[in-house]
RNA sequence: GCCGCCCUAGCUCAGUUGGUUAGAGCGCCAGAUUGUGGCUCUGGAGGUCACCCGUUCGAUCCGGGUGGGCGGUACCA
């Protein structure tokens, strides 16, 4: 006789991991869908690989420590290996290019989709599991292959439903900024890490912002202070100048960025790979307003060597507010990641876009890629006595391809034709003792019946009238099912 | 991680200067309408006032702690 009180969990979902329902995996699909087609279209074959992979194998690892690095959730198996969930797709692929490198064909193009999952604070549009779709080339160390990808980012936005003009890809490169530091005398690599993330928060600071965390550091509203990079006046002021040379066309920044940087020799190589990437996108059709080069982007991973792109929305809601969650989608050149594994440099580039923020994006804006969810048409079960009717009706509804239940609750009509409005079905099929009597089925369009209540002010007009009812020969509901459905498209 | 604000019904929020029975709107369930989703009306269910400890005759309210949410900031391989 236990009488202590029983344990009640609390019904919900850890901190940042959301349950996605029909409407939402159907955006996603939809998604997933059209950029995997772009993908395959260019010529990258499919991989999927394994959601674990061994810590070490994902690069950060504190050897100090029994506990991989912060930011990935991880765990360890039977045998004490630290295993981690993968918290990007690029990373698997380095892994596999490794370890399968002799056989592959070379240059290996694939494209993976799939989740990832990432132990950080969430947030609006940013989730601790999330879907990415991603396209790499590994072993060309070509500009044209970094333009390539770009120019499938650019046709995936707009086959995921961000038409031009509604998204842009940014273009920038690592060495252009690296070079104007090594001149301007930063040498250490802490030194650019810290000038790498001042940058990255122009955008939510401005130049001023910027130019304190440049310099001495910034004192922030919660009054918390931020140590900054410790330039001095005069590389303050080349790194503010360089973000900003981003011009209208794509030639026109490079000579502004030319001018930004002075002269450098890993200067000179950035800007030339910028030049012979304009120089591909020009000839895969990619046009100025949909990919650009911008000094001001950064991307956070510090594996990218360099060139890195963004993906950005630029769409409105109602009001006319631009909705930003962040970029929708990102990528670069990694050529030292599989280098971790081989000992062998092998140069690298992709980009990956962010389908869950994408989706949420969309969603915000009023769209849903993938149409709406329908619900199946539903039987409605006046009695006991026919149920086996009812399930012959189903039965021949599924075989002719419509997506059919009987509905197997308890409750009355009212109550059934109720839950077939909430699953947003099509269509309620009435066979009652009427019906069978008269060798007939009731088809109720439930749609025409919602447009048809909007004039009718009380019930029993609406019940008297019953629109969007028809009866038609038991025989024929199939064809008649097929033709409504068909001319609703 | 650090700083700030917040936590009352499924949701959005009132309220109690510390006192018996904590409210609204929306949503949900049911009835009016025994074979009809909408509208309308009527009724109902639903709360350990986040949790724990303290102060008090008495705490949803005051104090401390914990957890969770939001925002800022840091980090983001």
Redesign the pocket.
Known sequence: MDDAKPFRPEARNP??FGDRRARDLAAERSILASVSEVYERYGFEALDTPAFEYADA???FLPDSDR?????FALTDDDDQWM?LR?DLT?PLARFAAQNWETLPKPFRRYAYGPVW???????GRFREFIQCDADTVGSARPEADAEIIAMAVEGLEAAGLPRGQAVVKINNRKLLNGLLSTAGVGSEGQK??VL?AV??LD??GPDGVRL?LGEG?L?????Y?KGAGLGAKGIEAVIAFTAAGRGGRSETLDAIAAAIGGSAEGDEGLAELQAIGVALGGLGVGEDRAVFDPSVV?????YTGPVFEAEALIEDETGKRISFGSVGGGGRYDDLVARFTGERTPATGFSFGVSRLAATLRAANRTPGGEARGPVVVIA?SQDHMAEYFAVASELRAAGIPAEVYLGQ?????Q??Y???RRSPF?I?L?????AAGEV?I???????A???S????????ET????YAVKRAELVAALKQRLGSRA
């Open positions: 901190r940042g994902l690069g950060k991989p690095n912060e930011g990935v981690a918290y990373a990432r132990n950080e604070k969430p947030g609006p890490l810290a993330r990255d928060k939510r600071l965390l910034r922030d509203d919660s009054g918390d931020t991307r956070g991973l510090e594996y006046f409750s009355g009509m009212k109550a034709m109720k077939a409005d909430r309620a009435m009652g003792e009427d019906e069978l009731s109720k369009d439930l749609d025409e019946g919602l048809a209540s909007k009718l002010a009380s019930n029993e007009l609406w019940k019953r629109p969007g009812q």
